[in-house]
């Protein structure tokens, strides 16, 4: 029986999760560290916190007796490094705003057109390049010194088996790269002044990019491609809704999309095509930030307890979700969100309700930007779908039924079965994800009361 390991590098843990070639989950692990927000639209992270976890992780599962790893986490973000392999300054991750003017900058020296052209989307103050840019222009000393700046995930593989690389879908929110080609574009670099050397091989996705302890160590995928993995969301008509910290819709796409907007993205997928999602900054942190300014001293069972009997459409109260800027389904780095229409006769549970409700219809917004309209169906996955009425809201704001899936976990269920597929567990990716991915459940939407 192969025992695999997938380990998800998160915006506020480590994950992992030991996995078998039918699908059962073996084990599983996770290990906490802080985001520092030192200025407002700033976020960063200490990629020693992050190691510090997957070590924890690894050594909980016994992963040294495992037959492959696959690796996952956070998308965007910025490590920086010197000529040993050591971090230079905290990593900007993927929610971080600071960047706006480089972005502009890219615009103007790559062309606005073209560089939608090129890498598929604009530049986005959470991607990659234009951290590089910032640390140019606002930390030249620093930037004198780096050798190589790496994704989340990607500075854990060079930890593990020391190798640099990556794989396309992560390698797709940088900025830097070429859709089409799935290769670094030299005339984006050049343009802006980064030297390509900065940048790792691009290797698959379910390549053995490198060894740890001998065990072959796949490159893995974002975040969200990866879970895309782990909900079957691999094929075109196949819908998958994360409802993390960030909200992500995401869709296999058929062919090179060519139809870009602003603020969807377009990438590689891990399985060699190419997919489509819309992001939402403030999902779960919407709502993890609602509770602890209500429900710091009782929690989210009495949220979703009070939120549920608040009834549908909140009493009139809207939530705007846009706590960290946002980028789906419109693009402001400055948005800034909070509750409206609010009365002397509002609840806190009121208030919970119109921020559940606000989250879920602008995931619909998202979808509908995908360009399908809305999905027959979706599959959800991301820690919000522990709370039921979370689940049943986005059932009827999206006005089609939910499935859950057996696991949870869906990036780091996706890393695994790219270790497996690494390792020759499976044939081909169709093979991997009807023996791993099973629904166990479908939440359909309540019927609305008259209005």
């Known amino acids: 029986m192969a025992r695999l390991i997938g380990l998800d590098i998160g915006t506020s843990s480590a994950k992992a999760i030991a996995l078998d070639e039918t699908g059962r989950i073996l084990g599983s692990a996770t290990r906490d560290y ?15 916190d992050w ?21 996952t986490g956070q998308m965007h973000g910025s490590v920086f490094l010197d000529s040993e392999g050591r971090s230079i300054r905290p990593a900007l991750v993927w929610c971080d705003q600071r960047t706006v003017a480089e972005c502009a900058e890219i615009e103007s020296k790559v062309g606005s057109a073209r560089i939608r052209e090129i890498t598929g989307n604009p530049p986005l103050s959470g991607f990659q390049l234009p951290k590089i840019l910032w640390l140019k222009n606002h930390e030249p000393e620093a930037f004198s010194r780096v050798r190589q700046v790496l994704l989340p995930k990607d500075f854990i593989r060079l930890r593990l088996t020391g190798v640099s690389a990556t794989e396309p879908s992560d390698a797709g929110g940088t900025g830097a790269l070429e859709l089409a080609s799935k290769t ?6 050049q343009a802006v002044g980064i030297p390509a050397g900065f940048f790792p091989e691009v290797h698959p996705s379910d390549f053995a990019s490198g060894r740890w ?8 995928g974002g975040d969200q491609a990866a879970a895309a993995v782990g909900t079957g969301a691999v094929v075109p008509g196949v819908v998958s809704i994360s409802l993390g910290t960030s909200g992500v819709v995401f869709e296999a796409a ?6 870009h907007v602003d603020s969807i993205h377009d990438f590689p997928h891990t399985m060699g095509g190419w997919h489509r999602m819309g992001v939402m900054l403030s999902c779960g942190g919407s709502i ?3 509770r602890d300014l209500l429900y710091s001293a009782d929690g989210y069972d009495a949220m979703n307890r009070e939120a ?15 706590l960290q800027g946002e980028r789906c389904p419109f693009v402001d780095p400055h948005a800034r969100g909070g509750w409206s229409g609010v009365s002397l006769s509002h609840s806190r549970g009121t208030l919970a309700r119109a921020a559940f409700e606000g989250v879920c219809l602008n995931l619909r917004a998202a979808c509908e930007l995908m360009g399908g309209g809305l999905p027959d169906r979706v599959r959800a996955n991301g820690g919000g779908v522990k709370s039921r009425l979370w689940v049943r809201l986005l059932a009827e704001a999206l006005e089609c039924p939910v499935q859950l899936l057996e696991s949870d976990e869906g990036p780091a269920l996706g890393a695994a ?11 081909g990716m169709s093979e991997a994800v009807s023996a791993a991915v099973r629904v166990r459940a479908e939440v359909v939407p309540a019927e609305r009361p008259p209005v």
């Not at 802080?34 to 020693?48: T, V």
């Not at 190691?51 to 690796?71: K, N, T, V």
């Not at 079965?417 to 044939?427: E, F, K, M, Q, T």
């Open 34 to 48: 802080p985001l520092h927000l030192p200025e407002p639209g700033w976020a960063e992270q200490d990629p020693e």
């Open 51 to 71: 190691w510090a976890a997957a070590q924890g992780c690894l050594e909980e599962l016994g992963a040294d007796r495992s037959d492959a790893i696959g690796l």
């Open 184 to 189: 670094w574009s030299e005339e984006v670099l």
């Open 213 to 220: 302890n001998g065990i072959p160590v796949a490159g893995g």
């Open 254 to 259: 058929s062919g090179c999309p060519a139809d």
């Open 288 to 290: 993890r930030w609602v």
């Open 308 to 322: 549920e009997s608040a009834g549908w459409g909140a009493d009139g109260a809207v939530f705007l979700p846009h």
């Open 417 to 427: 079965i790219l270790g497996g597929l690494s390792a020759g567990v499976w044939n």
